[in-house]
Protein backbone atom coordinates (compact mmCIF):
# COMPACT_ATOMS: atom_id res chain seq x y z
CA UNK A 1 0.00 0.00 0.00
CA UNK A 2 0.93 3.53 -0.74
CA UNK A 3 0.43 7.11 -0.68
CA UNK A 4 -1.11 8.54 -3.94
CA UNK A 5 -0.63 12.35 -3.18
CA UNK A 6 0.01 15.00 -1.58
CA UNK A 7 3.22 15.90 0.64
CA UNK A 8 3.83 12.06 0.74
CA UNK A 9 3.18 10.90 -2.52
CA UNK A 10 4.33 7.54 -3.20
CA UNK A 11 5.46 6.68 0.16
CA UNK A 12 5.04 2.77 0.98
CA UNK A 13 2.37 1.95 4.04
CA UNK A 14 1.56 -0.54 5.98
CA UNK A 15 -1.49 -2.12 4.80
CA UNK A 16 -3.80 -4.80 7.27
CA UNK A 17 -2.58 -8.55 7.96
CA UNK A 18 -4.17 -10.77 6.43
CA UNK A 19 -5.99 -10.40 3.38
CA UNK A 20 -8.84 -12.87 3.54
CA UNK A 21 -10.58 -10.53 6.24
CA UNK A 22 -10.17 -7.64 4.78
CA UNK A 23 -10.61 -5.81 1.18
CA UNK A 24 -7.91 -2.63 1.36
CA UNK A 25 -8.90 0.03 -0.91
CA UNK A 26 -7.05 0.27 -4.39
CA UNK A 27 -5.41 2.71 -5.65
CA UNK A 28 -7.60 3.09 -8.69
CA UNK A 29 -10.73 3.40 -6.32
CA UNK A 30 -8.62 5.98 -3.39
CA UNK A 31 -7.59 8.01 -6.44
CA UNK A 32 -11.26 8.16 -7.77
CA UNK A 33 -12.53 8.98 -4.00
CA UNK A 34 -9.71 11.64 -3.44
CA UNK A 35 -10.46 13.20 -6.55
CA UNK A 36 -14.12 13.38 -5.91
CA UNK A 37 -13.46 14.87 -2.46
CA UNK A 38 -11.30 17.92 -4.37
CA UNK A 39 -13.70 18.45 -6.73
CA UNK A 40 -16.18 19.32 -3.71
CA UNK A 41 -13.98 21.63 -2.37
CA UNK A 42 -13.02 19.44 0.69
CA UNK A 43 -9.84 20.46 0.74
CA UNK A 44 -10.48 24.30 0.90
CA UNK A 45 -11.18 23.57 4.18
CA UNK A 46 -8.34 24.43 6.00
CA UNK A 47 -6.94 23.50 8.81
CA UNK A 48 -8.77 20.55 7.70
CA UNK A 49 -10.08 18.30 10.66
CA UNK A 50 -10.94 15.01 9.26
CA UNK A 51 -12.52 11.58 11.22
CA UNK A 52 -11.42 8.30 10.06
CA UNK A 53 -13.31 5.57 11.57
CA UNK A 54 -13.19 1.74 11.25
CA UNK A 55 -9.42 3.16 10.29
CA UNK A 56 -7.54 0.26 9.91
CA UNK A 57 -3.83 0.60 9.45
CA UNK A 58 -5.17 4.12 8.09
CA UNK A 59 -4.82 4.47 4.93
CA UNK A 60 -7.76 6.83 4.32
CA UNK A 61 -7.23 9.05 7.11
CA UNK A 62 -2.91 9.33 6.11
CA UNK A 63 -3.97 10.09 1.78
CA UNK A 64 -6.32 12.79 3.14
CA UNK A 65 -3.67 14.22 5.70
CA UNK A 66 -1.04 14.00 3.09
CA UNK A 67 -3.33 16.23 0.79
CA UNK A 68 -3.91 18.21 3.63
CA UNK A 69 -0.43 19.20 4.41
CA UNK A 70 0.82 19.79 0.98
CA UNK A 71 0.48 23.30 2.03
CA UNK A 72 3.26 24.89 3.61
CA UNK A 73 1.00 27.50 5.48
CA UNK A 74 -0.66 24.35 7.11
CA UNK A 75 2.35 22.32 8.02
CA UNK A 76 2.97 24.26 10.90
CA UNK A 77 1.15 23.21 14.50
CA UNK A 78 2.07 26.78 15.51
CA UNK A 79 0.49 28.67 12.43
CA UNK A 80 -2.28 30.47 13.61
CA UNK A 81 -4.89 28.68 12.26
CA UNK A 82 -3.45 25.23 13.96
CA UNK A 83 -3.12 22.09 10.93
CA UNK A 84 -4.37 19.45 9.51
CA UNK A 85 -5.37 16.70 11.82
CA UNK A 86 -6.80 13.45 12.32
CA UNK A 87 -8.66 11.24 14.52
CA UNK A 88 -8.44 7.60 13.67
CA UNK A 89 -10.84 5.11 15.31
CA UNK A 90 -9.84 1.60 15.61
CA UNK A 91 -10.91 -0.78 18.37
CA UNK A 92 -7.97 -3.42 16.91
CA UNK A 93 -4.94 -3.65 18.44
CA UNK A 94 -2.85 -4.98 15.92
CA UNK A 95 -4.35 -2.79 13.38
CA UNK A 96 -3.37 0.19 15.66
CA UNK A 97 0.01 -0.44 15.80
CA UNK A 98 0.23 -0.99 12.43
CA UNK A 99 -1.16 2.55 12.56
CA UNK A 100 1.31 4.25 14.95
CA UNK A 101 4.13 2.60 13.06
CA UNK A 102 2.65 4.39 9.56
CA UNK A 103 2.31 7.53 11.53
CA UNK A 104 5.93 7.26 13.17
CA UNK A 105 7.15 6.22 9.22
CA UNK A 106 5.57 9.79 7.81
CA UNK A 107 6.45 11.94 10.58
CA UNK A 108 2.47 12.74 11.30
CA UNK A 109 2.12 11.95 14.47
CA UNK A 110 1.64 15.44 15.70
CA UNK A 111 -1.08 15.59 13.52
CA UNK A 112 -3.22 12.97 14.71
CA UNK A 113 -5.06 11.39 17.86
CA UNK A 114 -5.21 7.59 17.66
CA UNK A 115 -8.51 6.07 19.82
CA UNK A 116 -8.73 2.74 20.30
CA UNK A 117 -12.52 2.84 20.86
CA UNK A 118 -15.13 0.76 19.47
CA UNK A 119 -17.34 2.96 16.92
CA UNK A 120 -20.34 1.47 17.72
CA UNK A 121 -20.21 1.87 21.21
CA UNK A 122 -22.44 5.17 21.35
CA UNK A 123 -20.23 7.43 23.72
CA UNK A 124 -17.32 7.41 20.13
CA UNK A 125 -18.77 11.36 20.23
CA UNK A 126 -17.82 12.69 23.53
CA UNK A 127 -14.54 11.98 22.65
CA UNK A 128 -14.11 13.79 19.51
CA UNK A 129 -13.16 17.80 18.53
CA UNK A 130 -15.29 19.60 16.52
CA UNK A 131 -15.63 20.95 14.05
CA UNK A 132 -14.85 17.75 11.75
CA UNK A 133 -14.83 18.77 8.01
CA UNK A 134 -14.66 14.91 6.59
CA UNK A 135 -15.36 11.77 7.68
CA UNK A 136 -14.47 8.34 6.30
CA UNK A 137 -16.30 5.16 7.18
CA UNK A 138 -14.74 1.68 5.77
CA UNK A 139 -16.40 -0.76 8.16
CA UNK A 140 -16.06 -4.54 7.84
CA UNK A 141 -18.62 -5.80 5.20
CA UNK A 142 -20.00 -7.74 7.21
CA UNK A 143 -21.15 -4.91 9.42
CA UNK A 144 -23.16 -3.43 6.56
CA UNK A 145 -24.56 -6.45 5.24
CA UNK A 146 -26.26 -7.27 8.48
CA UNK A 147 -29.58 -5.01 8.52
CA UNK A 148 -28.76 -4.77 12.42
CA UNK A 149 -25.65 -3.61 12.44
CA UNK A 150 -26.16 -1.60 9.62
CA UNK A 151 -28.82 0.30 11.05
CA UNK A 152 -26.30 1.44 14.08
CA UNK A 153 -24.00 2.49 11.55
CA UNK A 154 -26.43 4.91 10.33
CA UNK A 155 -27.30 5.40 14.13
CA UNK A 156 -23.51 6.53 14.14
CA UNK A 157 -23.27 8.94 11.24
CA UNK A 158 -26.34 10.40 12.82
CA UNK A 159 -24.38 10.99 16.19
CA UNK A 160 -21.81 12.73 14.43
CA UNK A 161 -23.52 15.67 13.18
CA UNK A 162 -23.04 17.30 16.88
CA UNK A 163 -19.45 17.91 15.96
CA UNK A 164 -20.15 18.31 11.82
CA UNK A 165 -19.97 21.56 9.88
CA UNK A 166 -22.39 22.42 7.50
CA UNK A 167 -19.99 21.60 4.47
CA UNK A 168 -18.95 18.07 6.23
CA UNK A 169 -18.97 15.14 3.96
CA UNK A 170 -18.94 11.90 5.01
CA UNK A 171 -17.60 8.99 2.70
CA UNK A 172 -18.65 5.08 3.68
CA UNK A 173 -17.12 2.09 1.51
CA UNK A 174 -19.55 -0.46 1.77
CA UNK A 175 -20.10 -4.08 -0.65
CA UNK A 176 -22.50 -3.14 -3.70
CA UNK A 177 -24.85 -5.54 -3.17
CA UNK A 178 -25.89 -3.74 0.14
CA UNK A 179 -27.95 -1.17 1.02
CA UNK A 180 -26.19 1.66 2.28
CA UNK A 181 -27.16 2.61 6.54
CA UNK A 182 -30.01 4.70 6.55
CA UNK A 183 -29.53 8.06 8.08
CA UNK A 184 -31.81 11.04 9.21
CA UNK A 185 -32.70 13.65 6.75
CA UNK A 186 -32.55 15.88 9.55
CA UNK A 187 -28.73 15.55 9.45
CA UNK A 188 -27.42 14.01 6.14
CA UNK A 189 -28.75 13.77 2.66
CA UNK A 190 -29.73 10.57 1.33
CA UNK A 191 -26.33 9.49 0.10
CA UNK A 192 -24.65 9.93 -3.54
CA UNK A 193 -23.13 6.83 -4.48
CA UNK A 194 -20.56 5.28 -7.22
CA UNK A 195 -19.71 1.71 -7.58
CA UNK A 196 -16.28 0.56 -8.31
CA UNK A 197 -16.75 -3.54 -9.09
CA UNK A 198 -17.76 -5.09 -6.05
CA UNK A 199 -17.65 -1.77 -3.77
CA UNK A 200 -19.75 1.01 -3.75
CA UNK A 201 -18.53 4.25 -1.96
CA UNK A 202 -21.52 6.55 -0.37
CA UNK A 203 -21.13 10.11 -0.16
CA UNK A 204 -23.44 11.41 2.82
CA UNK A 205 -23.39 15.37 3.00
CA UNK A 206 -24.51 17.76 6.45
CA UNK A 207 -27.88 18.50 6.10
Request: net charge negative.
Amino acid sequence: MRIIAGLHRTRAILGPDGEQTTRPVTDRVKQSLFDRLWSLGVFENQPLQILDLFAGTGSLGLEALSRALDNPDTTDPANPLGAPHCTFVERDRSARQRLDQNLATLNMAEYATVLGSDALSGSLVTLLRAPIHLITLDPPYRMVENPKTAARVGELLDSLHAVAVPETIAMLRAPSESEPPAVSPEYWTAPDSHRYGGMTLHFYFRA
